[in-house]
């Protein structure tokens, strides 16, 4: 089928939730994808930060093909070999404690908001379960997750959403030492703002908000979804702070292009979820896990995070030495990058698809880069030279 034929078929069949480019994806190697018309493009966007490791990995196929033909699926009654392995890993590499898996970054943050509020239940007993998230913030769009998410346009239509929500503007930390009554539990951040603008938390605020929360026992739960799994050019987001949260909720990069989520428990609170108490049909399946596991034993080598920084920092410069005359600001880690333009973003996100680079916009003002970790040198180069022509 043609580009006009799948469109078709979309519009005829799907719910229209999406504002989809004219473009639809067959096939792909590392950062260069080949749509249904045989055109050529470069990616910018690796799925949303999703395909860590670029599309149709090698090691990653192979990972995930080996296991596919022996298990496809077992129920969690079971043990799984994938699983632990995995778990193991991001246990060492956080420095956190436990791990429950599940199949979305919307289901780990209302993994992880159950996990806070029975914490404080435990301990404190009722009337101490709201959560503070911060202005611009995103979690997710479940009923629950939409009402974590501190932005207005997102709390519409679906009435009536979960209570205990309440909002503060980031890198303030007066606003949140005053949020911050007898009746919290929790505070949920991004180390950046993706979806709100690539906005970065201060490495001052967090360490501030760290001292805070420990006074009062309450729990800081970072939103890692996005910033996770080497995007920032560290394993996780929270290391450029010199902290560590309690609890950190993953998906996005952390299955390389198969859907998975995880929240994981520091010390704090990583017996709180016994048995009975939180389940997910799918999670933990040993396919995503076995892809998983491969992406983590890539991207955590200290040599591959460093080429992650260096290749951002080439991105950046690159187009800057360009004169890109629209662009008015940049700011970002690693391979998590926004260039903060005048005029419309979605006029030059369609611009740079037209001459076959794809991009992703964040916030009101901002060309948000995503590109997959692997991307080559020579990949950057060609879509660097695009992107540049549009902001020009
Ligand atoms: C994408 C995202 C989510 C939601 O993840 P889904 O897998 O779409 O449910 C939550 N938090 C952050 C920070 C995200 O970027």
Redesign the pocket.
Known sequence: MNTNEIMALDHENIMQTYGRLHIAPVSGKNATMVDADGKTYIDFTSG??VNSLGWCDDGWTKAVETQLHNLQHMCNYFYSESAGKLAEQLVKLSGLKRVFFGN??????EGAIKLARKYSLDKYGKGRATIITLQN?????TVT?LAATGQDVFHQYFYPFTEGFKYVPANDIDAMREAMTEDVCAVFA?PI???GGVNLLDENYAKELRKLCDERDVLLVF?????GIGRTGKMFGFEHFGIKPDIM?L??GLGGGL?I?AFIAGEKCEETLGAGLHGSTFGANPVVTAGALEVISRVSAPEFLAEVTKKGQYIIDSVMAKSPTKVKSVRGRGMMIGFVVEGSTKDYLHACADSGLLVLTAGKDVIRLLPPLTISYDEIDKGVEILASVLK
Not at 223 to 227: A, L, P, S
């Open positions: 949303i930060g979305s970054g919307a289901e780990a943050n913030s995103f979690h997710g769009r997750t991004e703002q993706g979806e939103d890692e979804v996005q910033t909720t998906a996005k859907p989520g």
